[in-house]
């Protein structure tokens, strides 16, 4: 069974960074696309980023483009999002997903029904 286990959240001035980490275990990690979502009070879940599983595939959220990045490291079985120059409208919790996808994207990567895994959520709050 696939687990994803995120940390890095925390508190940070806006203006700051936060590197976040997946942790993938209990399957092959490199058959598999990683997203992150996040989700603020009172919101849907919504989609922020996903990486294709050589990493050769990115797509951002037009909020975050540009500030944020996303990578991974297959022989760590990690999933990876820098967020750089943080808003407070970065507030929210945040998810790891992984959908099995061998193959580019998938075409619908900014459903959440998309996903396989999700992770338990890690919080970012970011002050102003």
């Known amino acids: 069974q696939v687990q994803l286990v995120e940390s890095g959240g925390g508190l940070v001035q806006a203006g700051g960074s936060l590197r976040l980490s997946c942790a993938f275990s209990?399957?092959?990690?490199?058959?598999?696309?990683m997203g992150w979502f996040r989700q603020a009070p009172g919101k849907e879940r919504e989609f922020v980023t996903i990486?294709?599983?050589?990493?050769?595939?990115?797509y951002y959220a037009d909020s975050v483009k540009g500030r944020f990045t996303i990578s991974r490291d297959n022989a760590q079985n990690t999933a990876y999002l820098q967020m750089d120059s943080l808003k407070p409208e970065d507030t929210a919790v945040y998810y790891c997903?992984?959908?099995?996808?061998?193959?580019?994207?998938?075409?619908?990567?900014?459903?959440?029904?998309?996903?396989?895994?999700w992770g338990q959520g890690t919080q970012v709050t970011v002050s102003s």
């Open positions: 990486i294709s599983w050589s990493g050769g595939s990115i």
């Open positions: 997903a992984a959908v099995h996808w061998e193959l580019g994207l998938p075409r619908r990567h900014s459903d959440s029904h998309e996903y396989d895994y």
């Open positions: 209990g399957g092959t990690f490199s058959s598999y696309a």
